[in-house]
């Protein structure tokens, strides 16, 4: 009988659903305290997971759910940056 592959789950801070990890992207506040869109999943550094939605970023800034989960303010550049990736 073969093993069964655990996929890890991450929730998303603008809709709050759990989804899998590689379908949401991660938004990183590094430890030199820079908040960047981390699109390898990799980077040190806490981390926010949201999905790859308009609708869900919306969401996440407007109850300042980003903000509470990276423990600081996102800036107005990190929010353009998430949109772009976003629209691609």
Same mark, same amino acid.
């Given at each position: 009988?073969?093993?069964?592959k655990k996929?890890?789950?991450?929730?998303?801070?603008?809709?709050?659903?759990?989804?899998?990890? $590689?379908? /949401?992207? +991660?938004?990183?506040?590094? =430890?030199?305290?820079?908040?960047? %869109? !981390?699109?390898?999943?990799?980077?040190?550094?806490?981390?926010?997971?949201?999905?790859?939605?308009?609708?869900?970023?919306?969401?996440?800034i407007k109850? $300042?759910? /980003?903000? +509470?989960?990276?423990?600081? =303010?996102?800036?107005?550049?990190? %929010? !353009?940056?998430?949109?772009?990736?976003?629209?691609?």
């Amino acid at each position: 009988m073969p093993k069964v592959k655990k996929i890890p789950l991450r929730m998303c801070v603008g809709c709050q659903e759990m989804k899998p990890k $590689k379908q /949401l992207v +991660r938004v990183v506040r590094t =430890p030199d305290e820079k908040i960047e %869109v !981390d699109l390898t999943g990799k980077r040190s550094g806490r981390g926010a997971y949201i999905c790859p939605d308009l609708e869900c970023l919306t969401k996440a800034i407007k109850g $300042k759910r /980003l903000d +509470r989960a990276l423990q600081r =303010p996102v800036g107005q550049d990190v %929010v !353009d940056a998430l949109r772009q990736k976003l629209v691609k």
